[in-house]
């Protein structure tokens, strides 16, 4: 987890605007910094541990929706000297991951503005391509792991790890909380993505060409009063100000009262002493 300082700076209870949306496609959570909160927690070993095993200094790695790059630069430090490269459809997102990198002192790193489907990369020049929590949210994903595949070298891995919202598990069974499952499965397809993407990662990269392709699974659970007040609290306000608000009630899949009633249901699991919240995960390493 994060320090406590990130994890439990005060919520605001006070409605405010959703983020504005954008065309349907554009990344689903948008940027608020309530989703970014959550981003920034993660690193290769609570997102990408199925992936150590195969890192090896020198390597040349491409880690595609790379966000605010705290998984990019913990992969440059396992693989330094070699070059790491992290890619997103995001400038904003990019200025921020470069920061990081500079703050963190971390050298073998660079960030771009980049599109999954025409990666500006030679074919054949990336040892690893790594990609987390960011399928799911691609209209064509069968078509992004083909462009992946002509950037990979011989004897290369593609590592993708990404959420299934249909098998989510949470504990009490708050009717908001069942509301708010619903809702995000139905307006995250809306949004052209794939919620249970990952039980479908190991058929999208069969079907994009790769016929070595090993799956697992691993889970995030969320159930310390810590990590219950920092996931609901970040939770409660997205449902009401971030950009899967504003997609929500533009899908009709709930009112301005149902995302109230989820920020409430959000914020009670929190203070509950028997919370328990369990997001599993689907995992491949593809081998060219």
Request: net charge negative; proline share 6%; charged share 20%.
């Given at each position: 987890?994060?320090?406590?300082?990130?994890?439990?700076?005060?919520?605001?209870?006070?409605?405010?605007?959703?983020?504005?949306?954008?065309?349907?496609?554009?990344?689903?959570?948008?940027?608020?910094?309530?989703?970014?909160?959550?981003?920034?927690?993660?690193?290769?070993?609570?997102?990408?541990?199925?992936?150590?095993?195969?890192?090896?200094?020198?390597?040349?790695?491409?880690?595609?929706?790379?966000?605010?790059?705290?998984?990019?630069?913990?992969?440059?430090?396992?693989?330094?000297?070699?070059?790491?490269?992290?890619?997103?459809?995001?400038?904003?997102?990019?200025?921020?991951?470069?920061?990081?990198?500079?703050?963190?002192?971390?050298?073998?790193?660079?960030?771009?503005?980049?599109?999954?489907?025409?990666?500006?990369?030679?074919?054949?020049?990336?040892?690893?391509?790594?990609?987390?929590?960011?399928?799911?949210?691609?209209?064509?994903?069968?078509?992004?792991?083909?462009?992946?595949?002509?950037?990979?070298?011989?004897?290369?891995?593609?590592?993708?790890?990404?959420?299934?919202?249909?098998?989510?598990?949470?504990?009490?069974?708050?009717?908001?909380?069942?509301?708010?499952?619903?809702?995000?499965?139905?307006?995250?397809?809306?949004?052209?993505?794939?919620?249970?993407?990952?039980?479908?990662?190991?058929?999208?990269?069969?079907?994009?060409?790769?016929?070595?392709?090993?799956?697992?699974?691993?889970?995030?659970?969320?159930?310390?009063?810590?990590?219950?007040?920092?996931?609901?609290?970040?939770?409660?306000?997205r449902a009401l100000e971030s950009r899967f608000a504003a997609h929500a009630i533009e899908a009709d899949a709930a009112t301005l009262a149902d995302l109230h009633e989820m920020a409430h249901a959000w914020r009670e699991w929190a203070g509950h002493?028997?919370?328990?919240?369990?997001?599993?995960?689907?995992?491949?390493?593809?081998?060219?």
């Open positions: 987890m994060t320090d406590d300082t990130d994890r439990q700076q005060p919520v605001s209870t006070e409605q405010a605007p959703p983020e504005p949306s954008t065309a349907r496609g554009a990344y689903l959570h948008g940027h608020h910094e309530s989703v970014l909160r959550s981003h920034t927690w993660r690193t290769v070993a609570n997102s990408a541990a199925y992936l150590v095993p195969e890192l090896g200094a020198g390597q040349r790695v491409l880690d595609v929706g790379c966000g605010p790059g705290t998984i990019t630069v913990d992969l440059a430090r396992r693989v330094a000297p070699g070059e790491v490269i992290g890619i997103d459809a995001s400038a904003d997102i990019v200025r921020q991951a470069e920061g990081l990198a500079f703050d963190e002192g971390v050298h073998n790193v660079r960030f771009r503005v980049g599109d999954v489907y025409a990666i500006d990369l030679p074919d054949a020049s990336v040892d690893v391509v790594h990609a987390h929590q960011f399928m799911q949210h691609l209209s064509d994903p069968v078509s992004a792991m083909r462009e992946i595949r002509r950037v990979l070298r011989p004897g290369g891995v593609f590592a993708a790890r990404d959420v299934d919202y249909g098998g989510v598990m949470v504990y009490p069974a708050l009717p908001g909380l069942t509301a708010w499952q619903r809702v995000y499965r139905q307006v995250h397809r809306w949004n052209g993505g794939e919620p249970d993407a990952g039980r479908h990662l190991t058929a999208w990269a069969r079907a994009a060409g790769f016929t070595d392709v090993r799956s697992s699974a691993s889970i995030w659970c969320f159930a310390t009063d810590v990590e219950r007040e920092w996931w609901g609290q970040s939770w409660a306000v002493p028997d919370g328990w919240f369990g997001m599993p995960h689907g995992e491949i390493l593809a081998r060219l």
